[in-house]
């Protein structure tokens, strides 16, 4: 038996030192220490040894068994070593192959134009800040000069979280903020998003308004227009005219809707001017007393002026884009047009 196991050594360790790969390998596997291997044939054997000598042959066994798995263990490194040189020495990088191109996104055509009216405002002394999206009744309408009940809520219908919290309708509630943390001489462009119950070619119920407001002494109306005057002829074209109409808000007293001539037709009416040769863009007016009270602003002092204006309208004219909803739809087709300023 001992003679058989020693062969048996012997045989495994050239058998072994002969493989080339890791197939050979684990075929030799199953033939020396598979459960139907040449070692498993010698422990049946056991049976037929006196009982005092099994437990030294068993030892024998289990020895014979570690040696093996030695020679395997150590082959089986040398292969894989020899593997991965092989698998390197295959897989060299081709460097004169062309690189795969990443696709480069665009600004959007609503940031375009954003940062367009900033500039344009920033140029006469606007500085550009933010407010909350979610608001307080208080500061969305009351502070606004518009109470519990007013009608003119209609107009901006939001969406309310509790009675009291809402998201807020337009950029305004910004100005109360403003005028309650500064003190005159003010001059905010203030811009985000705002909420409306509304939803149309164009009407979108989340769409981004930016607010102007400037608070000072001796502000008129004559100063409102010759700045949103200039600002149409910046954001358009020198030869835009512009035309003030008498309108109502509640914060504004007097208020203005703002007209410029339509820039595809000149003003002689066509389909994006729907043959009137005006397009509205903003409201705006002299903020109104009651506004700036709210606010403790001295209104024997100091006087101001409010604008906003929607970012959508704005480049829909712009780009003549007949529909407001091509903005929000994320089709790459549609958005890639505009990576020019
Ligand atoms: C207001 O929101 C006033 N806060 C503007 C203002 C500020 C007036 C300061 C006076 C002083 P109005 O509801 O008209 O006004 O909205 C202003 C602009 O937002 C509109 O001219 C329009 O361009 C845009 N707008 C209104 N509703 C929507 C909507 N659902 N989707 C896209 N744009 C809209």
């Known amino acids: ?35 139907n291997g040449r070692l498993t044939a010698l422990l049946k054997g056991l049976k037929d040894i006196p ?42 990088v081709d460097i004169t192959l062309p690189g795969k191109k990443n696709k480069l996104g665009t600004m959007h055509p609503i940031n375009i134009i954003k940062e367009q009216i900033l500039d344009i405002f920033s140029g006469f002394g606007f500085k550009a800040c933010d407010g909350p999206e979610i608001e307080t009744d208080y500061y969305n309408f009351q502070a606004l000069n518009i109470p519990v009940g007013h009608p003119a ?20 509630p910004t100005q109360v903020h403003v005028m309650e943390q500064e003190k005159p001489p003010i001059r905010i462009l203030s811009y985000g998003k705002v909420y409306r119950s509304d939803d149309d070619a164009t009407h979108s119920p989340m769409f981004h308004q930016i607010e102007g407001l400037a608070i000072d002494k001796k502000i008129t109306l004559c100063d409102l227009k010759g700045l949103l005057d200039a600002f149409a002829k910046q954001m358009f074209s020198t030869k835009t005219k512009t035309r003030f109409r008498p309108s109502y808000f509640p914060f504004t007293e007097p208020s203005v809707e703002v007209d410029v001539s339509c820039a595809m037709c000149g003003g002689s009416g066509c389909r994006l001017c729907k043959g009137t040769g005006w397009i509205e863009i903003l409201g705006a007016g002299m903020v109104n007393h009651r506004v700036l009270e709210n606010c403790n602003i001295d209104t024997s002092r100091y006087s101001g002026f409010a604008f906003g204006l929607g970012i959508e309208r704005i480049t829909l004219i712009k780009y003549g884009i007949p529909d407001i909803r091509l903005l929000f739809e994320n089709d790459t087709r549609f958005l890639k047009q505009f990576n020019k300023w």
């Open 51 to 92: 009982a005092q000598k099994r437990p030294v042959f068993g030892k024998l066994v289990n020895d014979a068994r570690i040696k093996i798995e030695q020679f395997f263990s150590i082959k089986e490194n040398q292969i894989k070593q020899r593997e991965k040189q092989i698998r390197i020495q295959s897989e060299t």
């Open 1 to 35: 038996m001992e003679g058989k196991l020693k062969q048996l050594i012997s045989d495994a360790e050239s058998g072994i030192g002969l493989a080339i790969d890791s197939k050979e390998l684990d075929k030799l596997k199953i033939e020396y220490i598979g459960k």
């Open 153 to 172: 809520r209609d107009m901006q219908d939001t969406f309310y979280i509790t009675e009291n919290i809402l998201l807020r309708a337009h950029t305004s």
